[in-house]
């Protein structure tokens, strides 16, 4: 894997040629003054009865948009723990949140560029790993460090399944899923694997383990051209630098690949459909994008920007887009058949 000591990766992204097609271009909004949405109030979820039971705790996270007289519509899954009841509950709760609309120029307007963290948890006296997960975690940690990968996937679903339960033992689990996507070369599931891991609290990981997480995080997303995530990525490594001082290292390089941005006119970010029924994201970093489908068929990509919302059927194996600056932040999400494959393109935009 490339470090996070050298902008290497970023300049394989400027030699890519960038397909030219008919851009979406609504009308920009000028001299205005906006205001993002702010919660008001929240809907406490209901506990699975299954899972309190067993004493199973979980999360789960939605892009919402927020209309004009403040309710929830359209909440996506952008990402859980893993149990669907979870995700059930969690999003009956958060269509009941209020909040105060944003505002352009005083005006309430529909705004979507809103997350929403729902997390399900238990008291435990003393949290930690029952024995049967420790033991298998070792097994199969141990069989991938050996580099015999055959069923360690199998293994691992069944970890999830049968032994996981408690917040500690969901980062232990997310650590082995990264040790194992990142011996199979699987980078957008190592990512996804990484995310979660660090999604939990450094006190449910040793500092150490904790601040590895982050660092090989931000070199994927860099080397994955996902780079407000990195940068996003970074931010969180700042709040550790007290504990754990090599995570500087990521602010400085965050510092300076911020600083060469407008040197690279093109990077871009593979992406996969995993599940035909959830829609894959990725949050823009600029305003020039487009999309060359490489596998299967895409269907819709839908802006989720702070105070713009808007959806384009995909018609072509290679479409692109240009969205206004008044927009401001962006998210897109990108639907279509299940096993689908396909390179998203941010490019500078003209001046």
Not at 213 to 219: F, T
Request: hydrophobic fraction near 35%; include cysteine.
């Amino acid at each position: 894997m490339r470090t996070i000591f050298g902008l290497c990766c970023f300049f394989l992204f400027a030699s890519i040629s960038y397909s030219e097609q008919p851009q979406e271009a609504p009308q920009r909004i000028s001299d205005y003054r906006f205001e993002r949405a702010k919660l008001i109030t929240k809907s406490m979820p209901q506990y699975p009865r299954s899972e309190l039971g067993k004493g199973i705790e979980g999360w789960a996270v939605f892009s919402v948009v927020v209309d004009k007289k403040g309710n929830v519509v359209e909440p996506i899954l952008v990402d859980s723990s893993g149990r669907r009841n979870f995700e059930i509950k969690a999003k009956r709760a958060v269509k009941k949140f209020k909040y105060q609309p944003a505002t352009l120029n005083g005006e309430a307007i529909e705004s979507s560029d809103n997350k929403v963290y729902i997390s399900f948890s238990i008291a435990w006296d003393k949290p930690g790993a029952n024995k049967g997960f420790a033991s298998r975690f070792r097994t199969i940690r141990d069989q991938i460090l050996e580099g015999n990968i055959n069923g360690a996937e199998e293994k691992i679903a069944k970890l999830a399944s049968d032994y996981t339960r408690n917040r500690y033992e969901q980062a232990w689990l997310q650590v082995l899923k990264s040790s194992y996507y990142n011996a199979i070369n699987d980078k957008q599931k190592y990512i996804k694997a990484l995310k979660k891991a660090v999604a939990y609290s450094s006190e449910h990981l040793p500092s150490e383990i904790y601040a590895s997480n982050i660092v090989n995080l931000y070199n994927a997303q860099i080397e994955q051209g996902k780079i407000k995530e990195a940068i996003a990525t970074a931010d969180k490594a700042k709040a550790f630098v007290s504990k754990v001082p090599k995570l500087a290292k990521i602010v400085e390089h965050k510092t300076e690949v911020i600083s060469k941005l407008d040197s690279i006119p093109l990077f871009h970010s593979s992406g996969h459909i995993e599940d035909g029924k959830r829609q894959w994201s990725h949050s823009l970093l600029r305003k020039t994008m487009g999309i060359e489908v490489t596998k299967g068929k895409l269907e819709q990509i839908e802006f989720r920007c702070a105070n713009k919302i808007r959806r384009f059927e995909i018609n072509k194996n290679n479409q692109s887009w240009k969205i206004p600056d008044s927009w401001e932040d962006c998210t897109v999400f990108i639907s279509g058949e299940t096993d689908s494959e396909f390179e998203l393109f941010e490019q500078l935009s003209e001046t």
